[in-house]
C-alpha cells in the first residue's frame, strides 16, 4: 500500500497498482500462520466465528472435518475437529493435518474470497498434493453461475490431465507450455491448432502428443 501514498504517481498508475492489489490474488507456497488463514475470508462467511460455512464446503469436497475454531493463546491457533468410531471429537491442531488438507484449505481461501468479491485468482500447480477430483471441483467453483457471480477468474497451472477429462475446459481456455531452444517457454491455445472443437477428448488427444508440450522420457 505503500505505493498508493507515494505523492508522484499518477491516477493512471494508482488506479492500476489498486486493482492489481485489491483484485488479483497469487497463492503463494508459503505456509502461513493460523491467524492468516482465512483472513480474506472469514468476514463474509454465514458464520464466521465457528467458521460454518467454510466447514460446509469441506465437507461437501469429502474432507471429514466437522468443525473449525480459533482458538487465542501465545498465538491464534486453528483448531479442526473430527469424529471417532464412537462419535466423539477429537481436536487437532491444524499444522497436524496432512500437507494436502493444509493446501486446500489455502486454495479454498482465496477461491472464497475471489467469488465474494470478483477479480482474478492465480494458483501456481492448482492439483499440488490434491486429488484431482478435488482439482475440478475448485475450476468448477469458477465456472459455476450459481457460485460465480461477480465474474471472478482463475488463471491456473497443471501437471494433471484429469482437468482436461469432462468437458470442464472449453478450447479457448486451454494454453499448452512448450519448451524451445529460442523463444524459453511458449504458450500456445489449444483453439490455435486446427479442427479443434468443444466437447473434443483434450486429455486423450494431448496425451498422443496432437498439442505438443508433452515429454517423452526415456531410461
Do not use: C, W
Not at 465437507?59 to 471429514?64: A, G, K, V
Not at 501465545?74 to 466423539?88: C, K, M
Not at 481436536?91 to 477479480?119: H, I, K, N, P, Y
Amino acid at each position: 500500500m505503500l505505493a498508493l501514498g507515494f505523492a508522484g504517481l499518477s491516477k493512471e498508475a494508482t488506479s492500476a497498482f489498486s486493482y492489481i492489489a485489491n483484485h488479483i490474488g497469487v497463492l503463494a507456497e508459503v505456509k502461513r500462520s493460523a491467524s492468516q488463514f482465512f483472513t480474506n475470508y472469514q468476514h463474509k462467511a454465514e458464520e464466521p466465528t465457528d467458521f460454518a460455512f467454510l466447514t460446509r464446503l469441506l465437507n461437501m469436497l469429502d474432507i471429514d472435518i466437522v468443525r473449525i475454531e480459533k482458538k487465542q493463546g501465545f498465538e491464534e491457533t486453528l483448531i479442526a475437529y473430527h469424529t471417532n468410531s464412537e462419535g466423539d471429537e477429537v481436536a487437532f491442531d491444524f499444522t497436524e493435518e496432512s500437507e494436502g488438507t493444509q493446501r486446500l484449505f489455502r486454495v479454498l481461501d482465496m477461491t472464497l474470497d475471489r467469488l465474494a468479491t470478483g477479480g482474478i485468482a492465480i494458483i501456481d500447480s492448482i492439483d499440488l498434493l490434491l486429488h484431482p477430483r478435488l482439482s475440478i471441483e475448485l475450476v468448477r467453483m469458477f465456472k459455476s453461475r450459481r457460485l460465480n457471480t461477480k465474474g471472478a477468474q482463475l488463471v491456473f497451472t497443471s501437471n494433471s490431465t484429469e482437468l482436461l477429462s469432462d468437458g470442464l475446459l472449453r478450447v479457448s481456455e486451454i494454453g499448452i507450455i512448450n519448451k524451445t531452444l529460442i523463444k524459453g517457454s511458449v504458450v500456445k491455445r489449444v483453439s490455435d491448432f486446427k479442427d479443434v472443437r468443444n466437447g473434443t477428448n483434450f486429455r486423450e488427444q494431448y496425451l498422443q502428443g496432437t498439442y505438443t508440450g508433452i515429454p517423452f522420457p526415456y531410461l
